[in-house]
């Protein structure tokens, strides 16, 4: 998997090749990222670089201004973006790494207290780290590269270590890349906001700096920390397409300047808007990982080998592999007008239906009136709503054969709450300025270990209080007027990284400590719907958008990165909540199959029709679930480009093959369309209802969509039968 000879680094999965080289005065630059190549580079080619007009030598007359790197610091001769920047105890700011060595390691180590990928026993994974030197400053850089053979992916991190004096560390990128000599290409990211997230965007990329950005203390609504770069020809099933995807949960940037000269360096990590980091002699600090993925076949294959990676190697846990509940949440149905009886009415006519899990959203702790009262952070229960406590609740919804789940907002608190009341302090603020309110909630401060042991005690004393399965966990604010008392005037710089890295210490010690509770991700619907979080938690409230026509964009812009396994995907009632529109029955739980199936509505007010058409969607879920969440899944018609979405999915004994057809403006007559599809037997025969189609016929040919008037969507089930 990895080579080092005649001083260029081989990084080879099973269709890629990563390469890299030790050029002239210690500078690595980068070589080549791409399809496999099995033969060995020509060095005086590829370390042959092309002289600029005016650029400074810095390294054995080169500059490194031209050369493509692996890694850039601030100073010297190279004018782009830099990848590290600090001020040292001198006044200085230049940084000046060089290679010392390498070590090639059969495993993945963890990252200190990040989340990120990893390797099982009997994987095909080796790690490449890379060491750089600044020996003036007494720096060490450690670039990390893991390769994994069989999931055509590969991972990076840096470690910066301070082993001289102390200095202020202003911005450390995960990573950055020169692509060097590149054609026209576009530049794709995911944008949004609250009830639209990720958007797919596509532009051209040009000369200058583009980029995508959060500030929001979270990975935000506003941009999913991914970026992908592709030629101009690059379809969905066709070309090549590089991926980057940041496995974090916090403030980030990510994006790519290209130089006059055609140079691209594409960048990503922690935003050095708001951070800076003081380290002493001796300490270090880890940047979180970015996980690259090349195909040259197209986007859809690009996001095939996310879809596995993260499923099996970010996923952690009993609930990686296990087929996702089937759940009925309230939170639509009541919102806070509930008790006892009324959850469990709701419950009973789910039961009936197959539904297994019953989850109580907001408002079952004491002081809990609606969003504007009180209550967070004491999570205490709400006797009003439930005199006889969530034990009793719990043990009526089990002895209907279902899990019970509970939705938790533990980051966050009222100011009219006993927490709050005996630790004022123990929120984010600035002294001596007025704290903004968001939801009628603060943010805690997560910098401060007591906090954090206070959260884990909370919410655990709760989860042992009844049979809790399934718990929601919500954060619906962002951070304003960050600071913390906990921490020095000096390290204010720290406070958003160091919110995250609490969070993660708290997420790892709950999962821990309650292995058989299946734990969802929620912000506000997908405002931190990123790797970060799925490490910890399998799956993710995708959007609090529930409308059908929304909700295929929102799914399909999701799915660039993030399998249907971890798209919390729901049949809500209509007229939708939040858009007032009105779309069939069936509609709603066809675009809601693939993900993590469920219900957000009172199926006691459904009619005797949606009832039928709901038992009959559970019964399909059950059934083809392996595929969606298994299967490999590819996008044939985009939602953002014409009214027509489809997805195809591909079981993994290849034997089962979903085509999932939703139209948002269905025409009378409209012409019929062919649907060519991906990844068959071409040589099999498939069948559809009562009809056979050859492989070769449904790829090259294509499936012919008849105009339906009816339904606005389809979900078809093709069997391979030779």
């Not at 092309?50 to 400074?56: S, T, Y």
């Not at 790519?256 to 708001?274: F, L, S, W």
């Not at 879809?307 to 952690?316: A, D, Q, S």
Request: glycine residues 8%; hydrophobic residues 35%; charged residues 25%.
């Amino acid at each position: 998997m990895i080579l080092f000879k005649n001083n260029i680094f081989y990084l080879n999965t099973n269709k890629t090749t990563y390469a890299m080289g030790v050029f002239n005065d210690g500078i690595l630059a980068h070589l080549y990222w791409g399809k496999r190549i099995y033969n060995e580079f020509c060095a005086d080619e590829v370390f042959d670089f092309q002289h600029r007009h005016m650029a400074a030598f810095d390294c054995d007359c080169k500059s490194t201004d031209y050369i493509p790197l692996e890694y850039a610091p601030q100073g010297g001769a190279d004018l782009r973006i830099p990848s590290m920047e600090a001020t040292y105890s001198d006044g200085s700011n230049l940084t000046v790494l060089r290679y010392c060595d390498y070590e090639i390691l059969n495993s993945k180590p963890k990252l200190s207290g990040l989340p990120a990928t990893y390797a099982e026993e009997g994987d095909k994974v080796e790690t490449l780290v890379v060491h750089m030197r600044d020996e003036l400053q007494n720096l060490d850089v450690y670039l990390s590269y893991s390769v994994f053979e069989e999931l055509d992916a590969i991972t990076r991190s840096v470690r910066i270590v301070n082993n001289g004096e102390k200095f202020r560390l202003t911005k450390a990128m995960s990573f950055s890349m020169d692509f060097y000599g590149m054609p026209k290409s576009d530049l794709i990211h995911l944008d949004g906001c609250w009830g639209r997230e990720r958007t797919v965007t596509r532009r051209e990329i040009v000369h200058g700096n583009q980029n995508i950005e959060s500030r929001a203390g979270a990975s935000s609504a506003y941009h999913n920390p991914f970026i992908a770069v592709c030629d101009k020809e690059t379809t969905e099933n066709s070309g090549d397409a590089y991926g980057f995807s940041l496995v974090y949960s916090g403030n980030f940037v990510a994006g790519i300047e290209m130089d006059p000269y055609g140079c691209g360096r594409v960048y990503m990590g922690i935003n050095p808007c708001k951070f800076e980091f003081i380290l002493e002699n001796g300490e270090d600090f880890q940047c979180p990982e970015v996980v690259l993925a090349y195909s040259s076949n197209g986007l859809s294959g690009m996001s095939q080998i996310y879809h596995k990676l993260y499923r099996t190697r970010l996923c952690r846990g009993k609930f990686r592999d296990a087929d996702r509940f089937v759940l009925i949440n309230n939170w639509e149905a009541t919102y806070f007008n509930f008790d006892e009886d009324k959850i469990v009415k709701i419950a009973e006519k789910a039961a009936k239906l197959g539904v297994d899990t019953m989850v109580l959203d907001d408002g079952w702790f004491a002081g809990r009136v609606d969003e504007m009262a009180g209550g967070l952070g004491d999570w205490l229960e709400n006797k009003d709503r439930l005199p006889n406590g969530l034990k009793k609740l719990s043990e009526r919804i089990n002895a209907l054969g279902m899990h019970f789940g509970l939705w938790f907002e533990p980051e966050m608190v009222n100011p009219v709450s006993r927490l709050f009341e005996a630790h004022p302090e123990w929120i984010l603020h600035v002294k001596g300025r007025t704290q903004s309110l968001s939801r009628y909630q603060y943010t805690l401060d997560l910098t401060n270990k007591e906090v954090c042991d206070y959260i884990i005690g909370a919410v655990g004393r709760v989860l042992k209080s009844a049979n809790i399965e399934y718990v929601k966990w919500d954060m619906n604010r962002y951070m304003s007027e960050v600071g913390s008392e906990f921490l020095p005037k000096e390290k204010q710089g720290e406070v958003m990284h160091r919110y995250i890295l609490g969070l993660y210490y708290i997420l790892e010690t709950l999962t821990s400590q309650f292995p058989n509770i299946l734990f969802e991700s929620c912000s506000s619907g997908g405002g931190r719907f990123d790797p970060g979080m799925l490490y910890y938690m399998p799956q993710t409230w995708t959007s609090d958008t529930t409308d059908a026509l929304e909700r295929i964009k929102i799914q399909y812009g999701t799915s660039f990165v993030y399998p249907y396994s971890a798209m919390g995907a729901h049949v809500s009632a209509c007229p939708n909540h939040q858009l007032g529109r009105t779309t069939p029955f069936r509609m709603r739980c066809d675009v809601a199959l693939p993900g993590q199936f469920g219900f957000e509505l009172d199926l006691n007010k459904c009619t005797d029709e949606e009832i039928e058409t709901s038992r009959r969607a559970v019964e399909k879920y059950k059934e083809l679930r392996n595929v969606f969440h298994r299967g490999t899944c590819y996008r044939l018609r985009s939602p953002f480009s014409t009214d027509l979405s489809v997805l195809e999915f591909v079981s993994e004994d290849e034997n089962t093959v979903i085509l999932c057809v939703y139209s948002k403006i269905p025409t009378v007559l409209a012409a019929d369309e062919y649907i060519k599809l991906y990844g068959l037997d071409e040589k099999a025969t498939y069948k559809l209802g009562g009809k056979t189609y050859g492989g070769d016929y449904l790829m090259n040919k294509g499936y012919k969509l008849c105009n339906n008037v009816e339904y606005a969507s389809s979900v078809l089930g093709f069997i391979k039968i030779n």
